[in-house]
């Protein structure tokens, strides 16, 4: 942990998710991630049937979250996931429906194509998640603007052979905030995602560039916004520890998200809400101290 950032000090980084206070001096938020694509690597957060999704939904808010992320689309790096737009959309609008009718916890969409993004936005959802952190999709910063009320910009990898975790992340994510400022995003809507997972073709292993990602959360708070991490079960995870199937990566999943908790990450995205929240609020007691 970087010694003198002061996340505890309730100063400094903060942002507003469709009503969620997220940032220093709010306790660490928990985004409950859910899946309606039967090609995500964790099959355990898949849901294709409208009774599986609203217990699941149920389930989450129950055990502590503050927001719900839905995803039509894997979006892993190493899988051949691609739908269409139509499809992703149908998907999507489906599971929206769905969650409004079970929770009334705010909801996130997990796309980087803003006609998905907009759809998404007509059926209730209220904040963007974009891998592409704007990068990919030139509409979406400006949709972001108009209409969400809220955006998590990740960081994702765009050219193969970097060899400097922090460096490279800090310069994609800057990037994604001078598109957001572009297109009139106000900074207490955007939240930053390092993107644990999203780089496969770095000069460095996948699996070093993760670890040290997570050992350096505190660099990035100079950029000025509250900081998400999504490590939930994760092939670093399994790479570390030899465990080849997602369903066995719980353990060390915790583990990381505590790290995580320690270096200062604002939000956990997370499969698994109960035992992430006691985490979460474990390392935070231990922080405070």
């Not at 790096?77 to 959309?89: G, M, N, Q, R």
């Not at 790479?239 to 080849?244: A, D, E, F, S, T």
Request: a neutral charge; glycine letters at 10%; charged letters at 25%.
């Amino acid at each position: 942990m970087e010694p003198g950032v002061g996340w505890e000090t309730g100063m400094g980084n903060y942002a507003n998710l469709a009503g969620l206070d997220v940032g220093d001096g709010h306790p660490v938020r928990i985004v409950g991630a859910m899946n309606v694509s039967p090609e995500s690597f964790y099959r355990g957060s898949v849901a294709l049937d409208g009774d599986t999704l609203r217990r699941r939904a149920e389930r989450m808010a129950a055990e502590g979250a503050d927001m719900l992320d839905i995803g039509a689309m894997a979006t892993a790096p190493y899988l051949e996931t691609a739908v269409s737009e139509v499809e992703e959309i149908r998907r999507l609008t489906w599971a929206i429906e769905v969650l409004r009718s079970a929770v009334a916890l705010p909801i996130s969409v997990d796309t980087s194509r803003s006609c998905v993004a907009s759809a998404a936005l007509d059926a209730g959802a209220a904040v963007i998640n974009d891998v592409g952190g704007f990068r990919r999709d030139p509409a979406m910063a400006k949709l972001a603007a108009e209409r969400s009320r809220g955006a998590i910009l990740m960081a994702s990898e765009t050219s193969p052979g970097a060899t400097e975790p922090v460096v490279t992340v800090r310069t994609l994510l800057q990037q994604s905030l001078a598109l957001a400022d572009a297109a009139g995003v106000p900074r207490d809507r955007i939240v930053l995602d390092p993107g644990i997972g999203f780089f496969r073709k770095a000069a460095v292993s996948w699996d070093r560039w993760d670890c040290e990602m997570l050992r350096h959360l505190g660099s990035l708070r100079t950029l000025g916004q509250p900081v998400l991490v999504g490590l939930s079960r994760k092939s670093f995870i399994g790479k570390i520890l030899g465990r080849q199937d997602p369903v066995e990566r719980l353990h060390g999943s915790l583990a990381a998200t505590t790290v995580a908790v320690l270096n200062g990450t604002h939000l956990v995205r997370t499969h698994d809400v109960g035992p992430t929240r006691d985490a979460i609020r474990m390392a935070e007691a231990l922080r405070s101290m």
